[in-house]
T-cell receptor, first 114, second 114 residues
Framework: DAGVIQSPRHEVTEMGQEVTLRCKPI?????LFWYRQTMMRGLELLIY????????DSGMPEDRFSAKMPNASFSTLKIQPSEPRDSAVYFCASSLGQGQKALHFGNGTRLTVT | GENVEQHPSTLSVQEGDSAVIKCTYS??????FPWYKQELGKRPQLIIDIRSNVGEKKDQRIAVTLNKTAKHFSLHITETQPEDSAVYFCAATFFTGGGNKLTFGTGTQLKVEL
């Protein structure tokens, strides 16, 4: 199994530009999570999906952030317009089934907004 | 919502010594407590987890204890080795049928010195 795959690994963009982060969960996993990691705030849950349906987006910081999961093998997190304070590492994670199950994280996307 | 506090934020030990990291949680209904290890520049990876019906769990040099009454749980690493150097995150969740909405602690930077 290739694990959770995220792209790109690094993204540098200018303030005001649109940024799209991509994630392919582990095949067969039915839960997908987007986390943001910063030194100041640690690991924050932004949104998560179950069977491609958004379940909880209460962690999405503001309307500039949006996430979609058009099918079971692909999700995107979009920031439009981006701001310097969005600079962080964004992790996608997936898990299988309900209950007390471990999260499998991707390698993350390091976003720098200048 | 759940709140997880983690201490210490940094921990330095000599190789071969033991390391203990402690976490407290706020939601008495939380029932799943995983621990993740994150090496520099890499993704968080699950190293051990414990469920609320168990007081202690051990896996080789790593053990986790849970005190539900006090809402404390701890990670114990014995015979530390340089490769144990990393950031360790505790997490807690209450499974509501909507999936694992993990709340993470702020992390402990463990340094094992030769």
């Amino acid at each position: 199994d290739a694990g959770v795959i995220q792209s790109p690994r690094h993204e540098v963009t200018e303030m005001g530009q649109e940024v799209t982060l991509r994630c392919k969960p582990i095949s067969g996993h039915d839960y997908l999570f987007w986390y943001r990691q910063t030194m100041m705030r640690g690991l924050e849950l932004l949104i998560y999906f179950n069977n491609n349906v958004p379940i909880d987006d209460s962690g999405m910081p503001e309307d500039r952030f949006s996430a979609k999961m058009p099918n079971a093998s692909f999700s995107t997190l979009k920031i439009q317009p981006s701001e310097p304070r969005d600079s962080a590492v964004y992790f996608c994670a997936s898990s299988l089934g309900q209950g007390q199950k471990a999260l499998h994280f991707g390698n993350g996307t390091r976003l720098t907004v200048t | 919502g759940e709140n997880v506090e983690q201490h210490p934020s940094t921990l330095s030990v000599q190789e071969g010594d033991s390391a203990v990291i402690k976490c407290t949680y706020s939601d008495s209904a939380s029932n799943y407590f995983p621990w993740y290890k994150q090496e520099l520049g890499k993704r968080p990876q699950l190293i051990i987890d414990i469920r609320s019906n168990v007081g202690e769990k051990k896996d080789q040099r790593i053990a986790v204890t849970l005190n539900k009454t006090a809402k404390h749980f701890s990670l114990h690493i014995t015979e530390t080795q340089p490769e144990d150097s990393a950031v360790y995150f505790c997490a807690a969740t209450f499974f509501t049928g909507g999936g694992n909405k993990l709340t993470f602690g702020t992390g402990t930077q463990l340094k094992v010195e030769l």
